[in-house]
């Protein structure tokens, strides 16, 4: 189980707060997320609706990279720097 996306999903959904979270038993996670199957929250329709796919996470920069050039190959990994 993924615990953090089940706790990211409450927060968000739900504004739970994760001290409440820890308070919920597994069986009433289980139940919203059954209902949420019919009736999704508002941030997952529209993740559908505007067809929003999760970023990559980004690639850790290593600490011996003293030059910083590391990072700057990470934010742009194809090489191409787009303007505007």
Request: charged share 25%.
């Given at each position: 189980m993924?615990?953090?996306l089940i706790y990211a999903?409450?927060?968000t959904a739900c504004g739970f707060t994760?001290?409440?979270i820890?308070?919920?038993?597994?069986?009433?996670?289980?139940?919203?997320?059954?209902?949420w199957r019919q009736h999704p929250?508002?941030?997952?329709?529209?993740?559908?609706?505007y067809r929003l796919e999760p970023k990559?996470?980004?690639?850790?920069?290593s600490r011996d990279?003293?030059?910083?050039i590391g990072a700057l190959i990470a934010?742009?990994?194809d090489g191409q720097v787009k303007a505007g």
């Open positions: 993924d615990f953090g999903r409450l927060m994760p001290t409440e820890d308070e919920m038993s597994l069986a009433d996670v289980i139940a919203l997320f059954a209902y929250p508002v941030n997952e329709i529209l993740q559908c609706v990559p996470e980004p690639k850790a920069v990279d003293p030059s910083g934010r742009f990994p």
